[in-house]
């Protein structure tokens, strides 16, 4: 995966020569950063998984959103309800609250 990243980058960058070239260089010790930090174990699967606190869960809340095709404020009640035990705690469940006090002033007011 890094490696067709890299050769489409290069491919991006040599076709578009008004990019000055501290941009590209600063780009570049982005992407290496990012490269360093990707573990090459994981390369293909890097988001299967999510944030280390879903990695119990046998349905990823990303998943599970997308496949039911909910909305933006149901999808974050999911995804605050399934990692407050493991993340932010109670600020997770104020977080999923307030996404629901959207849901009722947007759907039942």
Partial sequence: MKEKLTKTL???FEKNKTIPKETVEEFQ???KKVY??????NEDGLWDKGGHHYIDFKIQPAVFINENNLSFAEGNVIKYIC???KKDKKKDILKAI???EMIIDRDYE
């Fill in 10 to 12: 290069i491919e991006f």
């Fill in 29 to 31: 010790l982005v992407l």
């Fill in 36 to 41: 360093d930090s990707t573990p090459d174990d």
């Fill in 83 to 85: 990692r407050h035990a």
């Fill in 98 to 100: 307030h996404y629901c």
